[in-house]
C-alpha cells in the first residue's frame, strides 16, 4: 500500500516498514493536521520474469 499526498511531498508507504493500517491512519493524520488530499494507489505486483 503507497499513499501519497496531492499537494505536499508527503507519503506513506508499506515498504517503509509500517503495517497499511498504520499507513492509513497516518494518511488520515496528515489530512487532519494539514488539510490536504491523500491520494493512494496500489503497487503492482512485482513482475516476474519468465524465461
Ligand atoms: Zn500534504
Redesign the pocket.
Known sequence: MYKY?L??D?YASTDAGQTPREVSEDAID?FVE?G?AVDSIRLPPPIVLQN
Do not use: G, K
Request: glycine fraction near 0%.
Open positions: 499526498c499537494e505536499c508527503w496528515h494539514t490536504h
